[in-house]
């Protein structure tokens, strides 16, 4: 995708290690299609890539969000809360990092968009 190529072009600026952001990022992303997470054309795809490249970028930075309280997640569908949990966690587990709810609980609402625009057609 254009959008994110661009954006990860702009890591070495940022003084990231460009091939480990990028490797942890088509590992998310790998891992999102083999749970059966679904990326769908448009907006809502670009800004679920666009946070996946973020939580990479915090991922080598060992800098992740803060946990806090999880507003919502009760309006969650379990589908979204456990394969976000299971990319999230390996993912995390993969760098020597300790599960973050609240990592997990983002990619799960992107998860959870996809999951009604594909069930609505949209």
């Known amino acids: 995708m254009e959008f994110i190529d661009n ?13 480990e952001v990028k490797a942890i990022y088509e590992n998310i992303v790998n891992m999102c299609i083999e749970n059966g997470v ?15 490249l973020v939580l990479s970028k915090r991922i080598v930075s060992r800098d ?4 806090m309280e999880l507003y919502g997640i009760d309006e969650l569908s379990k ?3 456990d394969k976000a949990n299971t ?8 760098y020597h990092l300790e599960m973050n ?9 992107h998860i959870e968009m996809n ?4 069930e609505n057609g949209k």
């Open 7 to 19: 954006e990860l072009s702009k890591l070495k600026n940022e003084g990231y290690d460009f091939l």
């Open 38 to 52: 679904k990326f769908r054309k448009g907006t809502q795809e670009q800004m679920f890539l666009n946070h996946i």
């Open 64 to 67: 992740l969000i803060e946990e």
């Open 79 to 81: 589908f979204a809360i």
């Open 87 to 94: 990319i999230v966690g390996s993912v995390l587990s993969n």
């Open 101 to 109: 709810k609240t990592e997990s609980f983002l990619i799960a609402t």
């Open 115 to 118: 999951k009604e625009e594909e």
